[in-house]
């Protein structure tokens, strides 16, 4: 089973951009259906976006659509979001999610593989 962890949050000024990455330890990621889910404080974890596992398949939530682009790299086991013209609603902490198979899920029930997150913060 992979193990993943999160990295790339932090602060950001409206307007502006980040990169989440989550990388995966301990299997091999071209296996796994991969997500990103965020939660806000006093939120439900929410779905952001799913990519099949040969990147051939994206789904984004209607937020991230057009801002979010979500991407793998299978040969160094890396999952990446690339986030641009961020709002304060988009503050949470950002959790990359694995499910293995082919299946693409949009909730987070499905997913049994979690990294613990990592904090995005946007300040106006």
């Known amino acids: 089973q992979v193990q993943l962890v999160e990295s790339g949050g932090g602060t950001v000024q409206a307007g502006g951009s980040l990169r989440l990455s989550c990388a995966a330890s301990g299997g091999d990621l071209s296996g796994y259906v991969m997500a990103w889910f965020r939660q806000a404080p006093g939120k439900d974890r929410e779905f952001v976006t799913v990519i099949s596992r040969q990147s051939g398949t994206t789904r984004y939530a209607g937020f991230a659509e057009g801002r979010f682009t979500t991407s793998r790299d299978n040969d160094k086991n890396m999952l990446y979001l690339q986030m641009n013209n961020l709002t304060p609603e988009d503050a949470a902490v950002y959790f990359c999610?694995?499910?293995?198979?082919?299946?693409?899920?949009?909730?987070?029930?499905?997913?049994?593989?979690w990294g613990q997150g990592t904090q995005v913060t946007v300040v106006s």
């Open positions: 999610a694995g499910r293995f198979g082919e299946a693409l899920y949009y909730d987070r029930y499905h997913f049994n593989r």
